[in-house]
Each structure stands twice: as structure tokens, then as C-alpha cells.
């Protein structure tokens, strides 16, 4: 399948089937994101396996607080029944917790900054397009209580929580969120040519029309 292909059919989804992931599907998303490229091939990756009902459990313990009704309107599985809470979890079978260790990262010799969440972050798009490919639907969590987090599931002082990536199959009565799927600008309207002045023209490609939404993240 043609990368743009697995980039396209890859939608965030918010409600799963209750099915395990089968373990040969979850070693090829692990094997994606370890041949992912890391700065100096330093791989500061640490990732946790999270798919026991107890272990999601504590998942779910870590990403319910608040209520925002924008949120209900993604995924009616976010509300609670007494509606004072939202529940960022969508019943995923397998949850990767996707951190970075500290002490094992590359260092920029002029600012001091660290590669690790920039690391982390392209191991983890490496395996949701893994899983993608694979027939797996992810949805990318950075929305959580991460002091909590660390607590429950006992996560080193070295290691800095990056995010989570929630993956499983679909649920039979899953549909995308038309407000958020299938949209994009332009290629004009983010890329540009050799300055910032002069938007890049792609031959290649015919341009979208212009589209309005609004962009709502975890």
C-alpha cells in the first residue's frame, strides 16, 4: 500500500471494539517503532504495554476530570452519567504509554534542548501508521493527568511522559467525526517557497478548496 494511502485511511477513532489486539499485530507496531529514526539513533523511547483490566483501569483513573460539552460532542462516551466528568478514555483494548528517558536522549550543544519529545513523538506516528496499515484504529492522547499517571503506574523519575496512543478495532457503530476527518488545507496554505512571502504552487497534486473547521486536539 502506498504510504499516502495508509496516511489518508488513518482517521482518529474514539470508540472501540472490546476484541484484544492480536499479540502479532502489537509486536509489528512495537518492531515500527523501533526503527523509527531517533536523533543520533540515541532511542530515548520508552513505551509501556498497557492491555490487562486492571492496568486500563488506571488508565481510565488518570484521564477522567472536568467536563467540557465540546468533548461529548466528539465521543458521547466521554460523559459520565452524572455529566460532572469526562472520560478520555474510549474503551481501548491495548493503550501504548509513550515516554522518554532523560538520560538517554541527545542534547543540542547550543540551546540545551532536549530531542527526546520530538523522538518520542515521530516513534509513536511510526506506529499509528503501523497499526493503520494493519486495520487498527488509534487515537493520540496528550490530554491527561500525567502526575497521576506516574503515581499508578510507578513510572521512573528519569522517564518524561510524551503521550499515549489508544489503538484497537473500531467499534461496529463507529463513524468519523465530520467535523474533524478527511479535512486539509492546501498545500499553499502551510507550505511555502524559499521564504514565507511566497506560498509553495504543487504541480502534483490538484488543490483542495479552501476549508473552515476548527482543529480540537486531546
Known amino acids: 500500500m502506498d504510504f499516502r494511502d495508509i496516511s489518508k485511511m488513518r482517521v482518529t477513532v474514539r470508540k472501540f471494539d472490546q476484541r484484544q489486539v492480536e499479540k502479532e499485530k502489537v509486536d509489528l507496531i512495537l518492531e515500527a517503532g523501533r526503527w523509527s529514526p ?12 498497557l492491555n490487562t483490566v486492571e492496568s486500563l483501569g488506571k488508565v ?9 460539552r465540546k468533548y461529548v460532542e466528539l ?7 452524572d455529566h460532572k466528568h469526562n472520560v478520555y478514555y474510549y474503551g481501548s483494548p491495548l493503550v501504548f504509554l509513550i515516554c522518554w528517558d532523560k538520560t538517554a536522549c541527545w542534547t543540542h550543544p547550543q540551546n540545551g534542548q532536549s530531542s527526546g519529545s520530538t523522538d518520542a513523538t515521530i516513534v509513536t506516528t511510526h506506529m499509528m501508521l503501523e497499526a493503520a496499515s494493519l486495520g487498527l484504529g488509534t487515537v493520540w492522547i496528550s490530554y491527561f493527568d500525567h502526575a497521576k499517571a506516574r503515581e499508578l503506574l510507578n513510572i521512573p523519575e528519569n522517564f518524561e511522559i ?20 478527511g479535512k486539509r488545507y492546501p498545500i499553499a496554505r502551510t507550505c511555502f517557497d524559499n521564504c514565507f512571502e511566497t506560498p509553495y504552487r504543487t504541480d502534483f497534486f490538484e488543490e483542495a478548496a479552501e476549508v473552515k473547521f476548527e482543529t480540537q486536539e486531546d
Open 38 to 49: 531517533t536523533a543520533v539513533d540515541f532511542q530515548p523511547q520508552r513505551i509501556l504495554v
Open 60 to 68: 481510565r483513573q488518570f484521564c477522567t476530570f472536568g467536563y467540557d
Open 75 to 81: 465521543a458521547e462516551e466521554c460523559d459520565t452519567a
Open 162 to 181: 510524551n503521550g499515549m496512543l489508544y489503538v484497537g478495532y473500531p467499534a461496529s457503530d463507529f463513524k468519523p467525526n465530520p467535523k474533524m476527518s
